[in-house]
């Protein structure tokens, strides 16, 4: 084993999970997936085309069907994508992967914006770069970009900067002005950007297209920026493993090589399922992202009256993040919370030191009662500490 890996920690809301397994009196909230199974006409074009046979290799990045619709999706959202810049990926984890793949050699300077979601931080590790965190600066239950860090820490040694937003686990996004900046910053230091923008369409700002702001927005093709995305979050897909890669023209050739050698292409039938997802995208997003802003209107305004919770609305996501007064050990503090009050959260050290003391929840919860039922636990438990 190389000790890189010997060396990763294991995931933490595994940790907490582990600690509530086989019982099943939790509310289990530290997953970030909805409870909500995938909607028919994407399930119904799995099966069709299982039945036709499709169980055989693909393209390397894609089905050009599925690219060409992946390309008119976006293109829907951001300034024209031409499917010749798509990649088709086994997740957005994968693409993650693929992305830091075809750009971290070892020993290279990767900077991450922290807290995140911990595989954005494992992945450059694993290939051997060097990570470093910029944190986002707590403000009244809500996280911010300090820019003028952000410049000072990304320099001309810098290879990558991984930006996620909207963000897991804070809820935090970046305006359009500071994706402006940040991509001036990088064109000057040489940097690639990895945009995760698996939230895009998990917004719940009003904008026009129901889209939260893109580097896609404010590049063009031959930028060093490689964005990723998901068919997990919007389309309720998180088991299908589907997602895809917006990348400049000058890598597409290597990244057919990576995916060759990784996974050697996406599954047909769930490519195909993908297509029906997006065919049926203005009817399935709006309403999952309807529903979690319902779900997010029940949690939030529950949880900011328990006493001493601080919590801010997120902008985007589905999570709520929040701290609980004096308590500083997330993680036993999850632990606790699943033992003795049967509330599954995922702790804030997951995600980065930072935000340790902090606590992140998933409101992606089909029957929205289950939140109610869940800030009861807290409360509950809390009292009972007080007594
Ligand atoms: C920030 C972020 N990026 C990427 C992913 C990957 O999603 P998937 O591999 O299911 O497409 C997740 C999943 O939770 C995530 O939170």
Redesign the pocket.
């Known amino acids: 084993m190389r000790q890189t890996v010997a060396d990763l920690e294991a995931s933490r809301i595994r940790e907490v999970a582990n600690a509530g397994l086989g019982r099943d009196d939790v509310l289990a909230f530290w997953f970030?997936e909805s409870d909500e199974v995938t909607p028919e006409p994407i399930r119904q074009a799995a099966i069709d085309s299982l039945q036709r046979g499709e169980t055989f290799y693909a393209h390397n990045l894609g089905l050009p069907e599925l690219r060409e619709a992946v390309a008119r999706y976006a293109s829907g959202l951001h300034p024209q994508v031409d499917a010749s810049r798509i990649a088709i990926t086994s997740?957005?984890?994968?693409a993650?992967m693929l992305a830091m793949q075809a750009l971290v050699d070892p020993g290279d300077d990767v900077v991450a914006i922290t807290p995140v979601?911990p595989?954005?931080t494992a992945q450059p590790a694993i290939l051997g770069g060097k990570v470093r965190c910029l944190p986002l600066v707590p403000r009244e239950g809500a996280w911010s970009l300090d820019l003028a860090a952000l410049r000072k820490t990304v320099t001309a040694g810098t290879k990558l900067l991984i930006v996620?937003a909207p963000n897991?686990p804070t809820g935090w996004t970046l305006t359009r002005d500071e994706q402006q900046q940040i991509l001036d910053h990088c064109r000057q230091t040489g940097t690639w950007i990895l945009a995760?923008e698996?939230?895009e369409r998990l917004y719940y700002a009003p904008t026009p297209k129901g889209c939260a702001p893109s580097f896609l927005d404010v590049s063009v093709p031959d930028d060093r920026l490689v964005v990723?995305h998901?068919?997990?979050k919007s389309f309720l897909m998180?088991g299908w493993?589907l997602?895809w890669l917006v990348l400049p023209p000058a890598l597409m050739d290597g990244m057919g090589k990576l995916i060759e050698f990784n996974t050697s292409c996406a599954s047909v039938f769930t490519q195909r399922a993908a297509i029906a997802a997006l065919a049926h995208s203005d009817e399935i997003t709006p309403r999952v992202v309807a529903h979690l802003k319902q779900c997010r209107d029940t949690l939030l305004p529950l949880l900011a009256e328990v006493p001493g919770v601080r919590v801010a609305p997120a902008l985007g996501g589905m999570y709520a993040f929040f701290q609980l007064e004096g308590y500083t050990d997330s993680l036993a503090l999850a632990k606790r919370l699943v033992t003795e009050a049967g509330l599954g959260l995922a702790p804030g050290s997951a995600f980065g030191p930072e935000a340790d003391g902090w606590l992140r929840w998933c409101f992606a919860s089909k029957d929205p009662q289950r939140l109610v039922d869940g800030v009861a636990r807290l409360r509950t438990w809390l009292a009972a500490q007080a007594r």
Do not use: A, K
């Not at 997740?91 to 994968?94: A, E, K, L, Q, S």
């Open positions: 970030g997740g957005g984890v994968n993650l979601w595989n954005l996620n897991n995760d698996v939230y990723v998901s068919f997990s998180t493993r997602g």
